[in-house]
């Protein structure tokens, strides 16, 4: 390691000297999640991962999970042997610490997050954004670990596209994906429209022939539209509408209603979403406002249980409706000097409403959860190509909470020349106490009657997030490259914990109270490696080492048995991705994930530790184009994902299964073939 680093410090100004006039490693790509405004990722103040649209067709990513896997510091987990729910993860803490959002605004409610990651599809998708550590300072609760930023299509010039992507899942099951987008702009680009579409057919995937479903029947559609209208010279209102309509089903007995099968979990989601913004941008450019409002409404009907030999029918229907709107202003103003350098100061103010209802047929009690936050935001950063130094703060008043809830945030970034940039960061953030989140589902899908309340004396998780990273951007011949290290730390008091309090054998129901326990303690390193060695060629390779601990004793596992390690949190990953263009209309892609051995609990006739293998999960494509006059185009790909059947050996079988004993690699061996006409 010592010769490595002398040998990149001794090449160092041959690489400072050599220039380059591409952009291929992608360091002035365009981002908003950082500071809420528009910026370059290489001048924004902290750290944003990107993955595009071109990255997410060149891993033949379907949906949102698929593409989040190829993100530094993120990974995708499958939770759920039976409906093949699913989370992400960021710097090592779990999908309740991280906010994912549609167009920079927080519609995405615990209930719809739940199957979100496999619901929207990469057709709605211009590019993801992500923010690592510290969200809850811009994006309120719930943002601890980070925040996913989906930023929806939006039209730019004439066009249209269909494409197909068909799957073969383990030899055995069919799974069908098909897409269509299409763009218009007026001729004076003052109003444009962008459409998609995306429809969906998966069967049911038995990997050990024991009657019941590794991966789960499904069957989705999506519509939706972005459009914008400049309402004068220095205004523009954009809409952005999107209906997703979801049926998945995980168990046995395919050919048989969910009652009559033994095991069943799934549901059918009907769910609107919408966000409107009216935008002013006066002709000197300095000042910016900002009006918006969004909504998102999710109507599900599930099926969560078990049907014994002897019951003729099972009970265990559910439905849950929920309504979440979120609305407000931003402004801001740029001085071309504020004391000492020059400025961006933003301010902004905004509400969130969030209603749940959720109740079951087996149990009497009907789930009521309303939800009020009313948040102010405040920054300003000043910047110039050397210096950023960001200071903001947010507030918020949430009815889960007794009083208002303060948020700072500092951030800066020294740049000493064109290719280096070093950042560091702090931000303190909180998750608030709400009753109906992820655990609920986690009990349903376990066959269990399942209940969760609020501890009179809960208090807000608390904490705090610090990151350093070294952005190197270096050119030596041909070679472009880019090599970003970042340290981070999150330390978290009071953190949640599901404490038994009632458990009848007999009916199966089981109360649980959420209370709060000592903490928890993430530190690690992000490492990434962008290279261009030539045009044509582009590869990336991103890894994280580290370490999620509870402090005190730890997580109480099982009666008087405790454990600092927190489950599914491998202490290295990494993922690497590399696009090589031979000639003209032909592309080879590999694209590739790695996963440590990590701590999860087997609930069988008793509750196990389990220490994991380690996973590396190998995909394979090529594509090729071909030509038809100037505008259309036709592409052809085939491919293989998890070339090596890297795939969990060790299954829980049978109807009494524990479906939440999954890890590794969601699919199997999985062969595809795609093709695409774009006009």
């Not at 979120?326 to 409403?353: C, K, M, Q, V």
């Not at 505008?631 to 524990?658: A, C, H, K, W």
Request: proline share 4%; glycine share 10%.
């Amino acid at each position: 390691m010592k010769k490595i680093i002398i040998a990149i410090i001794s090449l160092m100004p041959l690489m400072v000297m050599a220039q380059s006039h591409h952009d291929t490693i992608r360091l002035r790509q365009v981002v908003v999640t950082a500071t809420q405004h528009a910026t370059t990722r290489s001048e924004a103040p902290s750290s944003v991962g990107v993955v595009d649209a071109n990255q997410m067709e060149a891993a033949s990513a379907v949906n949102l999970g698929q593409a989040l896997n190829y993100c530094t510091g993120l990974r995708v987990e499958n939770t759920c042997q039976n409906c093949g729910a699913n989370e992400v993860r960021i710097n090592g803490l779990g999908q309740a610490y991280s906010q994912i959002l549609i167009d920079s605004r927080p519609v995405n409610s615990a209930l719809a997050g739940i199957y979100l990651l496999d619901q929207l599809p990469t057709a709605l998708i211009d590019r993801v954004e992500v923010l690592r550590g510290g969200g809850s300072a811009l994006y309120g609760s719930n943002a601890i670990a980070g925040v996913v930023n989906v930023i929806t299509r939006e039209p730019h010039t004439n066009g249209a596209s269909v494409g197909n992507t068909t799957s073969l899942v383990g030899g055995k099951a069919w799974d069908f994906s098909n897409s269509f987008n299409a763009s218009v702009v007026s001729d004076d680009r003052r109003a444009g429209l962008a459409i998609f579409g995306h429809n969906r057919s998966r069967q049911p995937y038995d990997h050990n022939d024991d009657g019941y479903s590794e991966v789960g029947k499904l069957k989705a559609h999506m519509v939706g539209f972005r459009s914008y209208l400049r309402t004068s010279d220095y205004t523009k209102l954009s809409l952005e509408y999107h209906n997703i309509h979801d049926f998945r089903r995980g168990g046995d007995s395919f050919d048989l209603p969910s009652p009559l099968a033994h095991i069943s979990e799934g549901g059918e989601h009907d769910i609107h979403s919408a966000n409107l913004k009216w935008d002013w941008l006066p002709a000197s450019g300095l000042r910016h406002a900002t009006l918006f409002a969004s909504m998102q409404h999710v109507d599900r009907q599930s099926y969560y249980g078990e049907r014994a030999d002897n019951e003729p029918m099972g009970t265990a229907y559910g439905y849950t409706q929920e309504l979440t709107l979120n609305y407000g202003a931003l402004y801001s103003r740029h001085f071309d000097n504020l004391w000492f350098l020059p400025a961006e100061f933003t301010a902004g103010i905004e509400h969130t409403l969030d209603r749940l209802k959720d109740y079951t047929l087996d149990s009497p009690d009907t789930l009521h959860q309303h939800i009020g936050i009313l948040s102010g935001y405040l920054q300003n950063e000043w910047k110039n190509s050397s210096w950023s130094i960001l200071v903001g703060s947010r507030i918020d008043k949430h009815t889960m909470i007794a009083g208002p809830v303060v948020s700072p945030r500092l951030n800066v970034r020294y740049a000493p020349g064109d290719h280096l940039t070093l950042r560091v960061g702090y931000a303190s953030g909180f998750r608030a106490p709400q009753v109906y989140d992820e655990d609920l589902h986690v009990g349903a899908v376990n066959g269990e009657l399942y209940k969760i309340t609020n501890a009179p004396d809960l208090r807000m998780e608390r904490s705090h997030s610090f990151t350093a990273s070294a952005d190197l951007c270096f050119h030596l011949g041909s070679l472009e490259a880019d090599l970003l290290v970042e340290g981070f730390y999150t330390g978290i008091g009071d953190a949640f914990v599901n404490e038994l309090v009632f458990d009848d054998t007999a009916s199966g129901y089981m109360h649980y109270e959420r209370r709060n326990a000592d903490g928890a303690q993430v530190m690690g390193l992000n490492v990434e490696m962008t290279l261009s060695p030539i045009e044509t060629m582009r590869l990336q390779l991103g890894g994280t080492w580290q370490r999620s601990l509870y402090t005190g004793q730890g997580k109480e596992w099982a009666e008087g048995l405790y454990e600092r390690r927190m489950e599914r949190t491998p202490d290295l990953y990494a993922y690497l991705t590399g696009v090589y263009t031979p000639m003209r209309g032909l592309q080879l892609t590999a694209t590739g994930t790695f996963t440590g051995p990590m701590l999860v609990y087997h609930n069988g006739d008793e509750i196990d530790k389990v220490s994991t293998p380690s996973f590396f999960d190998l995909s394979l494509k090529a594509s090729y184009s071909i030509p038809f006059g100037e505008r259309t185009m036709l592409e052809l790909s085939i491919g293989v994902r998890n070339l090596f059947n890297s795939y969990q050996r060790d299954l829980d079988s049978g109807p009494e299964r524990d479906a939440a004993y999954i890890y590794g690699p969601s699919l199997p061996r999985t062969l595809f073939a795609g093709a695409k006409l774009a006009i």
